[in-house]
């Protein structure tokens, strides 16, 4: 006999602790629709009150880079130091940033 889960397709669940923070992946599950893996990932990953917001994403809908595209797609942006805000000084007012 299947499991029904094993059916279901498979969520990745991203979890945002405090507000003015990014949001962080913090595991996957099954469920069979966004509804319940919102409630799933509510109670699998937040049962203490973690964060305060929840983003639940299909997994077969992410695309993402190939490891062996790394150079490729990475390393042309290192002799543009002029793109990294590493020449502004911020106030010590402005948090998460």
């Known amino acids: 006999m299947s499991d029904t889960r094993d059916e279901w397709p498979l969520w990745e669940v991203f979890v945002r602790p405090k507000s003015g923070l990014d949001?962080?992946?913090?595991?996957?599950?099954?469920?069979?629709?966004?509804?319940?893996?919102?409630?799933l990932a509510r109670e699998v990953y937040t049962?203490?009150?973690?964060?305060?917001?929840l983003w639940v994403v299909r997994s077969d809908q992410i695309v993402a880079s190939?490891?062996?595209?790394?150079?490729?797609l990475f390393e042309?942006?290192?002799?543009?130091?002029?793109?990294?805000?590493?020449?502004y000084k911020l106030p010590d007012s402005v948090d998460h940033m």
Request: hydrophobic share 30%; glycine share 4%; charged share 30%.
């Open 66 to 72: 190939d490891p062996a595209d790394k150079d490729m």
């Open 47 to 53: 049962r203490r009150q973690e964060g305060v917001s």
């Open 76 to 87: 042309p942006a290192s002799d543009k130091v002029y793109r990294h805000p590493t020449f």
């Open 23 to 39: 949001h962080k992946h913090c595991g996957s599950l099954h469920a069979a629709d966004s509804a319940m893996a919102l409630n």
